[in-house]
């Protein structure tokens, strides 16, 4: 943090360093929704929220052979990732890690799409009918390996501090499921 208490810049991390990172490791150790970015043909970014499992050195997602994101992973390999732990007011952590990603599918995918999938359904869940039809589409295994990253860390920024204190902040709000349409 800057000793007169601007926002801490962007650390840029390259090679090695960025799994390394203690910042990217606690994100990548935590049961978050990533989002990840390929390139449409036109150039534009095709954003989406993706599960994800960190293994060894990649980092692992799950999807349908079928989805945008690899037809687009199959023209062009480069993809950027980011991983973030935002909270209400300032306190905003996260990663956008940028690499190439390799296309797994077949037989080599199963335990990798496995090891995604059971990060963030209990077995129990993942043997519910419903649930394990909605995860049989995802075949095939999406390897990012991380070239750079761009870090940020404001968790101890004074004034995250004291809205935190304070309770000034306003909450983040989730959603809602939307009924289903009967028509």
Not at 4 to 25: N, Q, T, W
Not at 62 to 79: F, H
Not at 103 to 132: F, K
Request: hydrophobic letters at 45%; one cysteine or more.
């Amino acid at each position: 943090m800057p000793s007169d208490g601007a926002p801490e810049p962007s650390r840029v991390l390259r090679g090695a360093a960025v799994l390394a990172s203690p910042l990217v490791r606690e994100l990548l150790d935590e049961r978050l929704v990533a989002v990840l970015a390929t390139l449409e043909p036109e150039g534009v970014p095709h954003v989406v929220p993706v599960w994800f499992a960190a293994r060894s050195g990649e980092i692992v997602l799950a999807t349908s052979s079928r989805s945008r994101k690899v037809r687009n992973l199959e023209r062009d390999a480069r993809a950027t990732l980011c991983v973030h732990d935002s909270r209400p007011g300032a306190e905003v952590c996260g990663a956008s890690l940028r690499g190439r990603v390799a296309i797994v599918r077949g037989s080599a995918a199963v335990a990798l799409v496995e090891l995604v999938h059971h990060r963030y359904v209990t077995p129990v869940g993942t043997a519910l009918q419903e649930v394990e039809e909605f995860l049989a589409y995802d075949d095939v295994a999406l390897i990012l390996r991380p070239e750079a990253a761009w870090t940020w860390d404001e968790r101890d920024n004074p004034a995250a501090a004291a809205l935190r204190a304070s309770g000034e902040a306003l909450p983040l709000v989730p959603t809602t499921p939307r009924p289903a349409d009967p028509g």
